[in-house]
Nanobody, 124 residues
Framework: QVQLVESGGGLVQAGGSLRLSCAAS????????MGWFRQAPGKEREFVAT????????YYVDSVKGRFAISRDNAKNTVYLQMNNLKAEDTAVYYC?????????????????WGQGTQVTVSS
């Protein structure tokens, strides 16, 4: 059984930065695509960023392009989300997810393991 644990969330002022981490345990995920999703209060969960098994390919939702960067360290079984120039509209609970496939995807339906989420709050 795979467990994903996110960390690194918190309260930050607009324009600031945070780095989220997602540590996996239970088995290695070096052959699996990984993704970050977020859910703001009163809204549906939305895709944020995804990375393929090797880290060589990434994809982002338009609203975070140029500000967020997803990366992975397969030796540490960990995925990261570097978030820069944060805006109030980035406030949400951020979830890490693991896919059974090696290619990335922006569809939550293609991820079968999820973390418990970490809160990111951006004050304006």
């Amino acid at each position: 059984q795979v467990q994903l644990v996110e960390s690194g969330g918190g309260l930050v002022q607009a324009g600031g930065s945070l780095r989220l981490s997602c540590a996996a345990s239970g088995r290695t995920l070096s052959g699996n695509a990984m993704g970050w999703f977020r859910q703001a209060p009163g809204k549906e969960r939305e895709f944020v960023a995804t990375i393929n098994w090797s880290g060589g390919s990434t994809y982002y939702v338009d609203s975070v392009k140029g500000r967020f960067a997803i990366s992975r360290d397969n030796a540490k079984n960990t995925v990261y989300l570097q978030m820069n120039n944060l805006k109030a509209e980035d406030t949400a609970v951020y979830y890490c997810a693991a896919s059974p496939y090696n290619s990335y995807s922006d569809s939550s339906a293609l991820y079968d393991y999820w973390g418990q989420g970490t809160q990111v709050t951006v004050s304006s």
